[in-house]
């Protein structure tokens, strides 16, 4: 395992005018929100999935440990199996990134991807 390196925290208090105006912004970010049931068939460059999986790894989890791993999947079938096709059945189908080349890896990003 790595040793962890110490991030210092940098932290700034607003004002409480500021507080309250920034806690209405963010009111009216998450009422604007909406779930997304259509996914575009247009490419994702993958930088931009590098930088979300880059920002999961930040997540907190349990002892700081990260347990995570992330697989990055581009064939069109093997996300229709993953999805289940319609048959009701999901992931639970493939054993990815172990799944006979199914998966793509992103094990270069580090940080306990595979």
């Known amino acids: 395992m790595k040793p962890h390196k110490q ?3 940098i ?3 607003m004002t409480p005018e500021e507080q309250l105006h920034a806690s ?3 009111i009216e970010r998450m009422a604007a929100r909406r779930s997304v049931r259509f996914i575009s068939p247009e490419p994702v460059p993958f930088e931009l999935i590098e930088n979300a999986i ?3 790894t930040l997540a907190p989890s349990g002892a700081n440990q990260q347990p995570w791993k992330f697989v990055v999947v581009r064939d069109p079938e093997i996300k229709r199996r993953i999805r289940g096709g319609g048959r009701g059945r999901g992931a639970r189908e493939l054993r990815a990134p172990n799944a006979g080349g199914l998966a793509e890896s992103a094990g270069a990003l580090g940080n306990g991807l595979a």
């Open 7 to 9: 991030v210092p925290l």
């Open 11 to 13: 932290f700034s208090r």
């Open 24 to 26: 209405g912004e963010f």
């Open 54 to 56: 880059r920002c999961a």
